[in-house]
């Protein structure tokens, strides 16, 4: 029975129809003072106290009103008011707490963005609030990139500045400071890295250098085009590329220049078998030569599910799905059989055992 795992290739087969891939397998710390960027920006608006009450708050009920004071007394009191929900009200007094809505204010926030960043992390004392806040606009970000950072990530909020700082620092060295795609663009895109440990990161930067062995430049690249690789778990991370590597025949340059770290395992395996049982999809041999001309790596998964089955597969959206569910079958009966024979294995080492024991 041939398997789909890693690093075994199937035996040479004839391509197969349609017809006959569908009905059978083939074989084979303290924060930090008020925000050093603030200058003299537009002030809250007036604001009813109800609209804190977790229902959603649209743009339009927060618009900018030139009658109203500097601050709002009503929106201090609804963020008074959610505080005290969380038991937080002793933490600060009006006057404070005045200021510190004040300087979100002229950092550049709405009355709307304002009130979702006190919703991210309801129980967070706000002066670690507007530390983080801070830190984040001193990285280059504005308040739109902030909040949606935030939105994407609420764990950032609970990191301290320093921290913030010292990884930015650290992501600088690793070369993501600069290039295609900037430090502020990583924050953006994949705001979760500013929580790793230094040891998460080291395991994935060294998984790629020593095991995957790409050069100091591809991995650069890698970091670049596909930052939210330093989330992966690293032996994920190897079995992916060893999978297009081994399995596919696809060599460092092309699995650079096609983001797979951007895509799920199991996305790569459905259309690259899917292609395979088709016979539009060849593993080279030895000396790297198909028989076909096969697709690029970056052609396969790169495109929607759409274009990859119009353009590349030549095949509907029904035998795709019909496909995936036989796929996942064969898969998890392969499992099984792998499990059975492990226990096999270790039944007989320990019938082994206690003949030896019984021996002496």
Known sequence: RWSVGLMRVPSTHPPVTRQSWLCASPSAGSPASFCPLLSSGCRLAFVASSEWSGESLSSAGWEQDSKEPALSGKLLEAVRLSLAEQQRQADIGSSELGKMLDSFSDMGFSNAQIMQLFRLQPKLAPQTRLAVVSELLLLG?????????????????????????????????????????????????????????????????????????????????????????????????????????????????????????RTPIAEVKNRHIFLERLGLYQTPDKKGQTQIVNPKLKEIIRVSEGDFLVKIAHSSLQEFEVFKKLLAQEEEEGDQDIASEETDSANERERERSDSEEGN
């Open 141 to 261: 970000l504005d308040a739109d990139s902030t909040l949606r950072a935030l939105q994407k990530s609420p764990e950032v909020l609970r990191m301290t500045a320093q921290q913030l700082r010292h990884r930015a620092d650290y992501l600088r060295r690793l070369d993501l400071g600069e290039g295609n795609m900037n430090l502020q663009q990583v924050v953006i895109d994949c705001p979760s890295i500013f929580t790793l440990s230094w040891k998460k990161i080291d395991a994935v930067v060294r998984v790629l250098k020593e095991k995957c062995v790409f050069t100091v430049d591809q991995v650069t690249e890698i970091l670049h085009r596909c930052p939210n690789v330093l989330l992966e778990e690293p032996h994920d991370l190897e079995y992916k590329f060893q999978y297009v590597y081994f399995r596919m025949g696809v060599k460092h340059k092309a699995v650079v220049k096609s983001d797979l770290f």
